[in-house]
C-alpha cells in the first residue's frame, strides 16, 4: 500500500496529526521501527529534539513543512534507510555525515570501539615514548578511526578503504568534527599500501562479512540500499578475514593487537583463522549476547 500524501498543501496541519499520519503510512509500508522513522524524519524537517515533538503536540505545522515532511515520509516508504534521508547518524556521540557511498554506523560497532579503546589503552602504559599506531581497515564514514581519535589525542591513526567515495566522505567527517590534522585516510585494499617495516600496535576493522549464499536472510534497507561492497564478502563471507589476519600478523609488531567485528554464526569461523602467529584469542558478545568481537594478540614466541 503506498503511503498517503499531504493531506492539503493549504492548510496547516497539527504536530500530533501529521505524526500519527506518518506512521501509520509507514506501518502500511511495512517499514520497521516507524514510528522511530517518522520521529526521526519529523525531527529532521522541524531541526528539533524528540522532546519538543511531545511537549508540543498541537503546534499547526506551515503546509509547506507538511509537504516536505510527507516526501520525506513518501521516501522512507520505499525502503531507503532514514539516514541516507537525513544525511546523519550518530555513533560513539559524535554526529556522522552519512551518504549512500558508505555503511550506516550501527551501535553494535561501538562494541568494537570499546574492544579497541581497552588495548589501545594497555598498549600506551607500557611505557613507549612513540605514539600508538593504530589503523582501522574498511574505515567507510570513518566511524570508527574517529571514534577512537576522540578518545586518543596521542595515537596515529590511518583508515583503509577500497572506496575513494567512501573514503571523501571520512574526510569530510573528519573535517566536521574537528579531527584532520589526527587522522589520516588512505585509499587501499586492506593493507597492501603498508611495507612490512610498519609495527603496527593496533589493526581493527569491520569487513564485510555477509556470505554469498546469505543476501536473502539480509534486511531490504541493506540489500537495496547500502553499498554492497561494504557488508557483503565472497563465498562464505570468511575469507577477509583471512587476508586481513595474515596482513596483520606481518604488519603489527610483536604483541600487537587485532580486533574484529563478526558476523552472527560466525565467530568460530573467525576464532579458528587466528591460529598459528596469535595468543589470547578472544571473542566478545553484544548487549543481546551474540559473539560481536573476535581479538588476539601478535605471538611473542
Known amino acids: ?21 506518518a506512521i501509520a503510512d ?34 499547526e505545522l506551515a503546509p509547506e513543512t507538511v509537504e516536505r515532511y510527507f516526501a520525506l515520509i513518501a521516501e522512507r516508504a520505499t525502503g531507503r534507510p532514514t539516514q541516507y534521508i537525513t544525511g546523519r547518524q550518530e555513533f560513539w556521540g559524535l ?11 550501527r551501535p553494535e560497532t561501538e562494541h568494537l570501539v570499546e574492544t579497541a579503546l581497552e588495548l589501545a589503552r594497555a598498549g600506551s602504559s607500557k611505557g613507549s615514548d612513540r605514539p600508538l599506531r593504530i589503523v582501522d581497515v574498511g574505515t567507510g564514514s570513518g566511524c570508527i578511526a574517529l571514534a577512537l581519535a576522540s578518545e586518543l589525542p596521542e595515537a596515529l591513526i590511518v583508515g583503509f578503504d577500497i572506496s575513494r567515495p567512501a573514503l571523501d566522505v571520512a574526510r569530510r567527517n573528519a573535517g566536521r568534527l574537528g579531527l584532520s590534522s589526527r587522522v589520516y585516510f588512505v585509499q587501499s585494499d586492506l593493507l597492501n599500501c603498508l611495507g612490512s617495516a610498519s609495527a603496527l600496535d593496533l589493526v581493527v576493522s569491520n569487513p564485510p562479512y555477509v556470505g554469498g549464499d546469505e543476501l536473502d536472510c539480509v534486511q531490504r534497507e541493506v540489500r537495496e540500499f547500502e553499498p554492497r561492497i561494504a557488508w557483503c564478502g565472497a563465498g562464505r563471507g570468511d575469507e577477509i578475514y583471512t587476508r586481513l589476519f595474515g596482513q596483520a600478523l606481518e604488519l603489527l609488531r610483536t604483541g600487537g593487537h587485532v580486533a574484529v567485528e563478526v558476523g552472527y554464526n560466525q565467530a568460530g569461523i573467525v576464532a579458528k583463522l587466528l591460529g598459528a602467529g596469535w595468543a589470547g584469542v578472544e571473542l566478545r558478545p553484544d548487549l543481546a549476547g551474540i559473539p560481536r568481537v573476535a581479538m588476539a594478540e601478535k605471538s611473542r614466541q
Open 1 to 21: 500500500m503506498p503511503p498517503r500524501l499531504v493531506p492539503s498543501v493549504d492548510s496547516s496541519v497539527q504536530l500530533r496529526q501529521a505524526l500519527r499520519t
Open 26 to 59: 509507514l506501518q502500511a509500508a511495512d517499514i520497521p521501527s516507524a514510528a522511530l522513522a517518522a520521529e526521526l524524519l519529523l525531527m529532521h524537517v522541524l531541526r528539533c529534539d524528540r522532546a519538543y515533538l511531545y511537549t508540543n503536540p498541537e503546534t
Open 95 to 105: 554526529d556522522f555525515e552519512v551518504t549512500p557511498e558508505v555503511l550506516i554506523p
